[in-house]
Each structure stands twice: as C-alpha cells, then as structure tokens.
C-alpha cells in the first residue's frame, strides 16, 4: 500500500506536464525548413522499410515516459552511463534509431546547433502518424536534449506487455493521462510489429495457468501459436493488427474480435474501464484520430525541468567531459525508487 504514494511523488518530480516553453513554429526563424526536412526523411525511411516509422513513432512513448521528453533514450552508452538503449523494455526492440542520426544529420546541415533530438523525436512521431494514413497534426517544439540518460529509471516506469489495464490506468495517470488517453495512446499499436519473446507467456502459460490466454480468439491463436511455437526464436515478429503499415482503427476492431497481439492490448477489451473505448474507436476512427492527437500533444508537453542542450550528435552529449556525467544532479536516487512495485513492470521470461 506504501508504493503507489512513494512512486507518484517520484513521478511527479522526474516528468510533469510542463509546456510553457514549447509551442508551435519555434524555429520558424531559426531553421524555417525543419519540419519539411524531418517529413522528407521519414518519406524516404517509409519507402526504404515501412516498418521503420512504426519504430521511430514508438520513440515518443519510450523518451517522454521516462524524465520527460528530452532524447535521454538515444544516447549510446558510455564508460561512466548506462544508456536507455540496453532496459528491459528497449533491449532487442527498440529500433531504427539510423532513421533519426539521418534527420539530424540532415538538420545540422541545414542549421547547425539549432533542432533539438527531443523535437526530431516529436516531428517524426507525428510524421509516421501522418505517412501512414492516420492524423497529422502541429505540434509544440522548443525542448532541450538531456545531458544524461538513466536505464535504471527506464526499468522500473517502462511497462511490460503483460501489463493489465488496470495497472496501464495507474501508470498513465502518473504523467496526468487519462484513461481515455490511455485507449486511444495503445492505438499507436495501429502500426508496427512485436517480438514472440512479447507474447509467449499469453500463449503458452497465461498468469502461471500452464494454459493459454483465454481472450485470444481461437483461429487468431491458431495462427499465433504456428508464428511463435514454444522452440521459437523470440526474435521472430507478428504484426501488432491486421492492417500494420496503415495508420487506422483497425487494431480496435481486432481487440473487439479477440485478435489483441499484446496481452497489454487485449486487457484494454476485456477490463470494463477500458472497454467502452476500445468499442468507440472500433466503430468512429476520426473520434480515435482526435483523441489520439489530444494524447500525443499531453504526452509531448512532458519535461522534467532539468537543464538541457542542443546535442550535436543525437547519440552524445555535446563534447561534456564524462566525470561531469557523473557529477550531473541525479533525484532518482534512494528509497523512492525502490519501492516501485516492479512485478507489474518488468519483463521476467
Ligand atoms: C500502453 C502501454 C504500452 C505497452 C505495454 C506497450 C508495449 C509494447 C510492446 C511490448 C511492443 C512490442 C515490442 C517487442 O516485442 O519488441 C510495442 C510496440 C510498439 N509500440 Fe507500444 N506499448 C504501449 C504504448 C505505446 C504508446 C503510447 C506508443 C506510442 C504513442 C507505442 C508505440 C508502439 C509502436 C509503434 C510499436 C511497434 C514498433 C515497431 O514495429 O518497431 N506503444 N509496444
């Protein structure tokens, strides 16, 4: 009982809801064809794999999620940090981070020293929202990329995809998201891929039953099992809906039907909270494409107030000699950490 306080106070000191400094058209002056340049390159990262954009949009929630909006998850590791990159939740998984070294490559040509990596991350989200047929919309620039990455804070807030819907309410309130917000932010899962390693224990042993995931639709867990049999390689990816390379409803339509790839998705059916949403948005996509931008811009709007930079090089803080790394004022550490419930939170197969 002791946790949830402890880890809301955490929560609330490492990521809240501030924009005051963000708005829309910040380098109108500064590098007026910034936004053009990031589209350019996602066009041509979508002609070149579709999947990669799927990728890169899923970069918002891993970023924002952890100390706020500020490319703290694309820096490389180094002697004296460990990185974003190797969590539980990004190991094997996360991907194409390429796609955003060529849009900032791209930019420093452009205007050099000016883009942020944290907005990259915000424009091209949208963008892979747009290129794919959902929503486009303006969103707010002007963060600052962190000066340090932390996998540890990564590990206990990033959620596992056996998460239930009533513990993805709890972590979204968190960040002041709604449970509306919640529904419609899973419905990124419109696009894109998973791992067998995601859902192996849905399938083949659902909450220690030995037995599979009730939910799952039978022919849709006929044709999973044959994707993921138990000696499969982990590595080996479904698609996360019907529709994958195509921003829709569709993947509310499939969690109505039982056709959830996640067990994350599918609890959003099956737990009553959630459900009414997932019906919505399975019958009215541009309620879903409204409520999804409306989640977007609160989840962009996080920042955690620490100072920041225009990194150079979205892989590493701009030439800052390491022991200052370690030397940067760190708030996560102690006993508020610790008593993060971490069974709900952390992948254990
Ligand atoms: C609600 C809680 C969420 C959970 C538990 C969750 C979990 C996951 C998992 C487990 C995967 C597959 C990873 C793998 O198997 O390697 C995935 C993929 C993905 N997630 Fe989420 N996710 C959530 C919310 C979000 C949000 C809010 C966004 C973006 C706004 C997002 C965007 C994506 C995308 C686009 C993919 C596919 C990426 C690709 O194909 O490379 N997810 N998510």
Redesign the pocket.
């Known amino acids: 009982m002791m946790t949830m306080p402890l880890f809301l106070i955490f929560l609330l000191h490492v990521a809240t809801p501030i924009s005051a400094d963000l708005r829309p058209g910040f380098y109108q002056k500064t590098c007026p064809e910034a936004e053009s340049i990031v589209r350019d390159v996602m066009k041509k990262a979508l002609i070149r794999e579709p999947?990669s954009v799927?990728?890169v949009?899923?970069f918002?929630?891993h970023d924002c999620f952890v100390n706020g909006c500020d490319a703290s998850m694309l820096l490389d590791d180094t002697p004296t940090m460990l990185g974003e990159k190797l969590a539980l939740?990004n190991i094997?998984?996360?991907?194409?981070y390429e796609v955003i070294d060529e849009v900032k490559e791209a930019l420093e040509e452009a205007c050099p020293g000016v883009v942020s990596c944290a907005d990259i991350i915000i424009m091209a989200?949208r963008d892979a929202v747009a290129l794919t047929g959902g929503p486009d919309w303006e969103v707010k620039l002007g963060r600052l990329d962190s000066l340090t990455a932390n996998q540890e804070d990564s590990n206990n807030i990033m959620?596992?995809?056996r998460?239930n819907a009533s513990y993805?309410i709890d972590?979204?309130q968190n960040y002041s998201l709604t449970t509306k917000d919640?529904v419609a932010?899973?419905g990124?899962?419109s696009?894109?891929?998973?791992?067998c390693?995601?859902i192996m224990f849905r399938l083949y042993n659902q909450s220690g039953s030995g037995k599979p995931d009730p939910a799952i639709e039978p022919i849709y867990r006929e044709k999973l099992d044959k994707l993921c049999p138990l000696d499969v390689d982990q590595n080996v990816?479904g698609d996360?809906d019907a529709t994958p390379v195509l921003f829709d409803n569709q993947y509310f339509k499939d969690l109505v039907a039982g056709r959830g790839f996640?067990n994350?998705d599918q609890t959003l059916y099956t737990f009553p909270q959630t459900r009414g949403f997932v019906v919505l948005y399975s019958k009215n996509q541009s309620l879903f494409f409204k409520d999804f931008v409306r989640?977007?811009l609160k989840?962009g709007d996080l920042q955690s107030g620490r100072p920041g930079e225009v990194r150079k090089n979205c892989r590493v803080v701009n030439g800052r000699p390491s022991h200052l790394l370690l030397e940067s004022p760190s708030i996560m550490e102690g006993d508020v950490r610790g008593s993060y419930n971490k069974d709900d939170g952390v992948i254990v197969d």
């Open positions: 999947r799927a990728s949009m899923r918002q929630f939740s094997n998984s996360l991907r194409s989200a959620p596992s995809p998460s993805l972590l979204f919640l932010l899973s990124s899962h696009i894109g891929q998973g791992r390693f995601s990816t996360l996640l994350s989640g977007m989840m």
